[in-house]
């Protein structure tokens, strides 16, 4: 039973690929996808792996390092057990990352970072349900598209405001609300960082977001050399999807009691301590496929 909760946001610093396994498509290794929505997400299986394989790398070079082992056990549960009444699941879950903001090429501003009131909505119903928030994200009023400021329009001066994402030109409005939701949205997400995203938020219409989310994905070729001909080797060229650095996932850690009897008891509010422990849970850690080539970097705030 989870009694406690933390808001974890998440930031590509590299291209990120959570994979769905091999299909016969266009693209032979995907990402996650939401089968309804079709938004890119990292699975609470990835997510909690790759979390579990920080915290323990973390861990081993602590001078604390037996204590901390136990800690670890008892927060994510035993990898193994020679019998079944040795099993011990953890006291920690997390939900599926969920997609909260995409970037998107600018033909001003160099690109934006994008969202649709569907995803708001949402976010805001989470808040709402897991952690009973009355503070919630400002959604923009009226239909079509409306910006944070005048650093993505390519006409400002005039009186029919522009953008150009990618080859497509929106008619966009430099409303109040947006601007409150880029200050809502940078406080909470790059507090401390001077990236300006508070200049770069656009908000468009939900149909419009969801052929960004599955268009403008990296889709990079790869093959394999052979080393000693360095010529393609075999038939090995296949075509791999990521998601875009920058890009900005949400997901919920849930915490309980420790469920084991013969070690440390730890409560729900010490569980939560623990995994959001600077030294435990670094502020970077690497998840996905193609670690050795740089990819996978995300960057985790706690909220």
């Given at each position: 039973m ?16 959570a ?73 920690i ?17 160099v690109f ?12 805001n ?7 009973q928030?009355?503070n919630?994200l400002?959604?923009p009023?009226?239909?079509g598209a409306?910006?944070s400021?005048?650093?993505l ?9 522009q ?8 008619s ?5 609300e947006?601007?409150e ?28 977001f ?39 996932f949400?997901?919920?850690?849930f ?18 301590s ?30």
């Open positions: 989870f009694s406690n909760n933390g808001l974890l946001f998440l930031q590509a610093v590299t291209s990120i690929h994979g769905s396994g091999s299909e016969l498509g266009l693209v032979d290794l995907p990402i996650q996808r939401e089968k309804h929505t079709d938004y890119p997400k990292i699975e609470s299986s990835s997510l909690k792996g790759a979390i579990r394989a920080t915290v323990k790398a973390t861990v081993e070079a602590t001078v604390e390092k037996a204590t901390q082992a136990s800690r670890l056990q008892i927060v994510f549960g035993k990898e193994s057990a020679e019998n079944q009444s040795d099993a011990q699941a953890g006291a879950s997390f939900s599926d990352a969920r997609l909260l903001l995409f970037p998107v090429k600018s033909l001003r501003g934006a970072w994008v969202t649709c009131p569907l995803v708001l909505k949402r976010f119903e989470e808040l709402k349900l897991y952690r928030e009355s919630l400002t959604i009023s009226g239909e409306c910006v400021s005048n650093t329009i390519v006409n400002p001066r005039t009186d029919r405001k953008v150009v994402l990618e080859e497509y030109t929106y966009v409005q430099l409303t109040n947006c601007q939701l880029a200050s809502q949205l940078a406080a909470l997400v790059f507090e401390g960082i001077d990236n300006g995203f508070s200049d770069r938020l656009m908000v468009l219409p939900d149909d419009d969801v052929d960004f989310v599955t268009l403008s994905t990296e889709v990079n070729a790869r093959i394999r050399i052979n080393p000693d001909t360095g010529t393609v080797k075999g038939t090995a060229l296949w075509y791999e999807e990521n998601v875009p650095p920058e890009t900005v949400y997901s919920y850690c915490a309980g009691n420790s469920r084991i009897t013969n070690q440390e008891m730890m409560k729900a509010d010490e569980v939560l623990f995994i959001k422990q600077a030294d435990v849970f670094p502020a970077c850690f690497q998840l996905g496929g193609n670690s050795s080539l740089g990819k996978g970097i995300l960057r985790r705030i706690w909220r």
